[in-house]
Structure formats: C-alpha cells, structure tokens
C-alpha cells in the first residue's frame, strides 16, 4: 500500500519511535525506507559562530549512520540515509515530493515539539502542505510494531473522510484488524445558543445513523471488519476519549476534518486531536 515512506529524523525518542514503527511496516508489508535529517540554516546563528554548522553536519552523518546500520540490523531491511541543510519541513517536504513518496511518517516532532496550546511548527507545516499521507507516532519506541488491531475513524460523509476510512480499510487488511466509524454529533447548542428539542435530536441521529450505516457498508464491501459508532459531545474531545477508552491503537482522519485546515493553521478537530490523543494518528490526503 505505501511503496515509499520518507521519515523525518532528528535522534530525539520521538522521531527514533517513528523510524522503527516505519521500520516494522516495512519489514511486514515490504516497501522503501528513506530517512531524513535535516540540519537548519540559521544565518545570523552561524554567522556568529560558522564553524557550528560543520560540527552539525558532522554529528547528523554520525547520527545517520549509526541509525542505518542499527535498523539493518534489527530489522533486516535496507534504509536510505539523506542528510540536508535545511529547515525541516521544507527539507521532509521536498525529499517526500521528489522521492515521489506515498507516506511521511514523523514522531512529535523534535525541538519544536508539541505543546499544550498549539502543534509545533514542524509538524503542522508538513501536515498543512504534504502531497501525501502523514503518520504521526505518538507511543514509545518499545510499543511500535508498525500493526494496528483497531483502527477508529471519525467520520462525517465528507469526501475527507470517505477517503480516510478507505484508506483505514486497505490497512485493516493488511493486519487483519477492525476498524470502528465514529460520528460525533456536535452540541449545537454549546456552538450557537439554540434549544435542541427532541424533535430535532431524533432528526440528528437519524441522519447520523445514515451516514454510519453508509459507511459500514462501503467498508465491508472493501472486505473489512467494521462496526459503528455514535455519540455526541465536542467533537475532538470525544474523538480522543472513545480511542482511549475502547482501546484503539490508531486514528484514521481526513485531512482536513470537520472545520478543514488552511495554510496557517491546522483545523481545529484535527489539531486538538494530534495535541491529545495517545496513539498515532494518520492524515490521509
């Protein structure tokens, strides 16, 4: 299913957690692996001390190399090491575009990380603009198998999630796992300031119904296992407690969710559901 992953790679926990769930897949599923460490630019930093992004350099082929021969041995399987002078999404952007990859997988992305209040730059950068899909890892590198057994998918009739929960289904096969439809019907009245009667919370489920039922089956006709699920509340919120609490080790989203993304800022179901949620999460274009 992906042919080509490229993994941005900076030696932090997180990242080194995104290269073996990667490594795992590849070893399972076949494909190839490109690891990327890009080493930023920073003209008045270096131009103060110019002999820093030398010494960089060097430890980033030092990292990559020990990287290398660490995942051939352990997994058996060939990775390409690129090494890019560069700011980071621009340089995991370009390589997955010319490498022509289906897959960029990343871990919480290094020293702009994530934060309580907004998704580090890094990552939401390479969300905002990736050609393709974005895996972003979020458990520790002892839990990364590189399968999932079950998988959940927002959805909400969109094209986004239509393609979402195709994709979700090509994986599922894959592993032989389950995937869960999720439709979370918005409080309205939290949004808008209006009265929900009960005629109008029947007329609700009823259309969320539909939509779930739509997509069971599609989903079976793709030959996976699927079950529905719907409940209310604000969306995101509930997205990542239903995946805690029932146990789902990967989240399946549309690329741009419920209120969509812009070149700014990632949507807001989607953002909040990268900041909170404790499995990975995979964007699908």
Request: hydrophobic residues 40%; glycine residues 8%; aromatic residues 6%.
């Amino acid at each position: 299913m992906y042919d080509t992953m490229v993994v941005g790679f900076d030696d932090s926990l997180s990242s080194k957690a995104a290269l073996i769930e990667a490594s795992n897949r590849v070893r399972k599923h076949g494909g190839k692996l490109i690891m990327v460490h890009a080493v930023f630019f920073d003209t008045e930093e270096f131009g103060i001390a110019p002999d820093q992004l030398d010494k960089r350099m060097k430890i980033g082929e030092k990292v990559c190399i020990e990287s290398k021969e660490k995942i051939a041995s352990e997994f058996g399987i060939e990775v390409q090491s690129l090494l890019c002078e560069g700011d980071p999404p621009d340089v995991i952007l370009d390589v997955a575009q010319g490498k022509k990859a289906d897959l960029i997988v990343l871990g919480t992305y290094g020293r702009r990380g994530l934060n309580r209040l907004l998704m580090g730059s890094v990552t939401s950068r390479i969300i905002v603009d990736a050609p393709t899909d974005v895996l972003v890892v979020k458990k520790p590198c002892t839990e990364c198998t590189g399968e999932y057994s079950s998988i959940l998918v927002p959805y909400d009739g969109s094209d986004f999630s239509k393609r979402a929960l195709n994709r979700a289904c090509q994986i599922a096969c894959q592993d032989n796992s389950k995937v869960t439809v999720l439709y979370v019907i918005p409080r309205y009245e939290e949004m808008v300031n209006f009265f929900k009667t009960e005629s109008i919370q029947k007329s609700l489920m009823k259309e969320a119904e539909k939509i779930t039922a739509s997509a069971k089956d599609f989903a079976e006709l793709q030959g996976a296992v699927v079950s529905t699920q719907v409940t209310d509340g604000y969306v995101p919120d509930r997205i990542t407690e239903i995946a805690r609490e029932k146990g789902h080790d990967l989240i399946v989203m549309g690329s741009h969710g419920y209120r969509g993304m812009n070149k700014a800022i990632i949507g807001s179901t989607t953002e909040r559901v990268l900041l909170n949620a404790g499995c990975p999460i995979l964007i699908v274009r």
